[in-house]
């Protein structure tokens, strides 16, 4: 097996920026950090682009949508403890609206982020963060 499920996780990164960053050579397979990063803005991002009132169809598709994620998520060890977290009844998705997504994935998000030892995100924030930009302009 190649790429983040295996050897690349335990390796040693190409470049470092500083203690947080790290810097890998585009042309390689991502690993663990890279692909949880780019991973959390997809599904923030799909969150944000979500029905403000979902269907009973489209919550289907997005809860199987989620089970399915938490199996081939090419990281293993992420994928597990995904399903496990995702399995457990008080974190059953909420997938009537935008609203109420978003802020479920931003408290699941939090929850590995907790694991980690990284910084809580504010949830109140999602909507600047991923959809409509902060307020200063900055992403205009």
């Known amino acids: 097996m190649t790429g983040v499920g295996a050897a690349s996780i335990d390796k040693k990164p190409a470049m470092e920026e500083d203690d947080d960053v790290v810097i890998q050579p585009k042309d390689c397979p991502p690993d663990s950090q890279l692909l949880g990063r ?13 029905p403000e009132k979902a269907t009973f169809a489209e919550q ?3 809860g199987s ?3 399915i994620f938490s199996k081939v998520y090419p990281c293993w ?10 399995n457990k009844p008080e974190n059953k998705p ?4 935008k609203e109420e997504f978003s802020l479920w994935l931003c408290g699941a998000h939090n929850q590995v982020n907790n694991k980690l030892g990284k910084p809580q995100f504010k949830c109140v924030d999602w909507r600047s963060r991923w959809l409509d930009g902060w307020s200063d302009g900055r992403c205009d």
């Not at 060890?77 to 995702?86: G, Q, V």
């Not at 909420?94 to 609206?97: E, I, S, V």
């Open 60 to 62: 289907a598709e997005m």
């Open 77 to 86: 060890y992420c994928a597990d403890d995904f399903r496990s977290w995702l």
């Open 65 to 67: 949508f989620l089970n």
């Open 38 to 50: 780019s991973t959390w803005t997809l599904l923030h991002t799909m969150a944000a682009n979500y």
């Open 94 to 97: 909420k997938l009537g609206g």
